[in-house]
C-alpha cells in the first residue's frame, strides 16, 4: 500500500519538474503536422460571423469603408484571414476603401492584405481606394479628429499625394460620409467604441480570439456592430465567400482545433496535479 | 526569381527560437537585427510624417501651424539638463489634451456606455431564448457581485449585512476568475497565435508566397 502511494506521489511530482520547452515542442509538432496532414474537421459557421457577411452583403452601392485600426504582423493569423475574406466580398462591390493605419505597423500590413486579395487589380487607386499616411499621438488625439476633419488631420496619402488631389476626397471629408468602419487590429475596439461609435458609424471587427471574450460588452451595448472570432471566424468567413488566396483561416483551423484541445487538456492535467500535490502534502 | 527576403525571415525566425534551447550568438544576431530593423522603420516613418505635417505650411501658407510646430521642437530641450524645464510645455500642453479627450471619450463609450448596456441585457432576459436569457442573466448578477467588492465607503450591517457578505464573496471569486480568463487568454492566445502565426508564415514562404 506504501509503496503504491509512494508511486502516485513521484508520477505528480515527476510532472511538475517538465521542463516548458517539451511542452512547446509538442505544440510544434501539433501545430506543423495537421498544416502537412489536414485532416479536414468540418466546422459550422457561427451567428456572428453569419451577421457580418450578410451586414457587408446588404451595403448600398458607393458606400465608403473606412479600414482603421492597429493591424500587427504578429497577429496576422488572427486577423487578417477574416480581413482578407472582407476585402474578398468587397473587391465585387461599388465600394470605396480608405486605409487608416492606427499603428506603424498596419502601415505596411493594411496594403499588404488589399495586394494578396488583388483588391488593388480591380480597383484604381485614389478613386476607389486609398491608404493614409500613418498619424503620431495615438489613437485617443487621432480618431476624434478624424471623424471631423479627414482632410485637415492627414494631409497626405502614404506616398505623399495631397488628399486634395485624390478623387476619393472629392465627396469624402468626415463622420458623415462614412458607411462603415472595419477594424483588422488586434485590440483597437475599445478606441473605435469611444470615437467612432458616438458618431453612429456602424463597426465590424476582426479580432484575436484572446480579445473577443474581452470585447463582447461593447456588441451588448450596441458600440459595435459585430466581430469575428480570430482565426476560426476567419475560416468561417472564408466559408462564406467561397475562396480568398491563401484561405489562412481554413489551412489553420485543424492545427488551432488540436493545439486547444491540447491546452485545454493541459490546464486540467495541472490543476489535478496540483489538487492530488496537496492531497500529498496533507497525508505527509 | 528567389525572393531574397524569404530565406531571411525564416533564418531569424529560427534563430530567434533557439532561444528555447539557450542563449546564443545565433539568437543575439536575430535579436539585433530585429531592433536595429524596428528603429529604422519606426525612423522612416517618423521621416514621412514629417513631411505629412509640414505640407499645409510649405505649400498651403497656413503659418499658424507654425505655433505647434514650434512646441514640437522644444520636446528637443528634454536632452539639455539646464534647459529640461523649457520642455515640459509642449509635455504638459500634450499631456492635457490627451487626457481631456481620453475622458471624454472613456466617460462616454465605457462608463455610460456599458451601463446602458447592461440595462439593455437585462430587459432582454424576459421573452430571449434560453440561451441568451441565461447568458444575460449572469453577465448582470455577475457584474453586481463584482461591483459589491468595491463597495468601501458604507458597510450593510445586520440582515443584509450577511447577504452583502455573500455578495462581497461571490464578486472576489468573480473577479478571480475574471483576471485568470484574462490572463490566460492573453498569455496563451497571443503566445500561441504569434508561435503559429510564424511556423505558417515559414511554410507558406517555402510554398512559394510572398
Redesign the interface.
Known sequence: MKKEEGASVSIWSKAQSVRA?WL?LV??VL??VP?AVPPHVPFTVNQSTLRIYEYVKKLPDGSVIVSGGSGQ??????TSAAFMAFLTQIKNKDVKLIIFPLS?DS?MFEPWAVK?TGFDKVKEYGKDWVVL??????A??TL?AFMTNIRGL???D?Y?R?LDELPIFKTVNSYKDITLWVDCG?NSI??L???V??YKVPILGFV????Y??FQ??I????VYEMTN??RGGGEYEKLVGYTP?N?GT??MD??QL?SIY?LAL?IIANIGTQMLKKEEKKQ | MINIWIPIGIAIAIATWSF??KESPLFRWAERTFISAAIG??VV??V??L???Y??IT?QGQYLLLIPAALGYLYLFVLWRRGRWVASYPIAITMG??LA??VR??I???FL??T???I??GGRIVGSPPQTAFTNAL?IIVTLFSLSYFLFTVRPKGAFGSVYDGMYKLGQYCLLASLG??A???I???G??????T???I??SLQG??
Not at chain 1, 133 to 138: E, F, T
Not at chain 2, 192 to 197: D, F, N
Open positions: 520547452e512547446w505544440t510544434l501545430i506543423i498544416l504582423w504578429a497577429f496576422i493569423y488572427e506603424t502601415l494578396v499616411n500613418y498619424v503620431p499621438g495615438g485617443d488625439i476624434p492627414c494631409r497626405t502614404v505623399g495631397p488586434a475599445p478606441s467604441a469611444r470615437y461609435a458616438p484575436h480570439s484572446a480579445y471574450g474581452m460588452p461593447y451588448a451595448a450596441g458600440q480570430g482565426i491563401w489562412l489551412v489553420t492545427s488551432y493545439y491546452i490546464v | 528555447l534551447i522603420h519606426t516613418v517618423g514621412y510624417t513631411r505629412d505635417r505640407y499645409p505649400v489634451v490627451g479627450t481620453q471619450g472613456t462616454d463609450a465605457d456606455g456599458q446602458l448596456g447592461l439593455r441585457e453577465t480568463a484574462m490566460g487568454n492573453y496563451l492566445g497571443t500561441l497565435a504569434v508561435t503559429m502565426a511556423i505558417i508564415r511554410i507558406f508566397y510572398g
